[in-house]
């Protein structure tokens, strides 16, 4: 056997959807072997990591003392770079197949708008997690990928990628974007619309936990038959500081939701006023694509369809579309070389945003 195709038995190459929220890590031939949300826990005083991902999730609202929860990809681009660092090169050593001796190269997704600053402290990351080569490959395109959208496909697709913290829309054709939006508005939005509002008219300040559950698992985007049906919620009543309970209709948690789901259908009604006269009748013909887990809300794509008069489908599992498209990625060198975003060149002269 030769040296290389021995070296390739060694190596992990990995998809890795560092998100707002989650990180999802893909190694090919194992496909999805890494989900978990984008948490760290950190001790104050002494400055160490006590927890990752899922376990450092699980703190938030009931952190120890000293200890605080961060998520340092707010925004969806590398708000704090030491922490992300940190929690990167953990979720790579948590993905590898074998020991320390495996190699790895990875596949990145970035945000279309991303700075040559951010990218390269992504870069930067990347290697202190001990990835041999990272390639950056742009959201909407990865996104695209795994719901199916052929890369050699000369008409257009559209692609919208509804995260916890960004709303992505990227228009595709021939493997490559064509045109993309992104705007700081996504999943997260609605959390914290609940939360204002159960606080101001109910009286009661609620967690992360809570608003979680009742948009997955009680929210809807359309008018519901029984609005009087009801979920109840525990937190902290405002007045009294002591623990407390409220019933809360599904008629009144409607209004709220909607508010937040409208502005983000009317950014995608405007985008798709701006497409040049081929391009759209595409888009006419063939709808739009959602992904990212905000696609999972209830009655979404109904209500995209009624908004901008077109059909919307859901990919099949939309959380896990962009990291699909970013294994699929290895099949195709020459594709992945066209679209990786690694301008070293041009990265070279970058300051590196250190932690203060
Ligand atoms: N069943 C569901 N109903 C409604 N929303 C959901 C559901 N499941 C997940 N979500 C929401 O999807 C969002 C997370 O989606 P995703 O994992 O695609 O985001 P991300 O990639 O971490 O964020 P970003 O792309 O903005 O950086 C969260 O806001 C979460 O609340
Ligand atoms: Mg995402």
Redesign the pocket.
Known sequence: MRISSLKKLVTDLMAI?M????TIIAVRGRDIVLDEP?YIAVNELTNDVVAYGQEAYDMIGREGRDITVVAP?SG?VVADFEKTKRMLAFFVRKSKSGGSQVSTQAVMSIVSDVTHVEQRALMNAAEEAHIGKVHLVEEGLAAAFGAGVSPTDKRASAVV??????TNIAIIAKGTVISSTSARI???EI?TALATHIRRHRGLQVGEETT?NL??NFASTYLPEDIARSMEVRGRDVQTGSPGAVDITAGEVYPVVEAIVRRIAQLISDTLTELRPEVAADIYDRGVILT???A???GLDQYFRNFVNLPFTVADEP?YATVRGLLKMFDEPDLLERVSRNELSLLQNAEIPFEA
């Open positions: 959807d998100g707002t929220s989650s984008s990809l969806g990628d509804l995260g916890a913290g960004t996504g999943g997260n959390n979680e948009k997955t990212g887990g905000g999972l809300l209830n959380r």
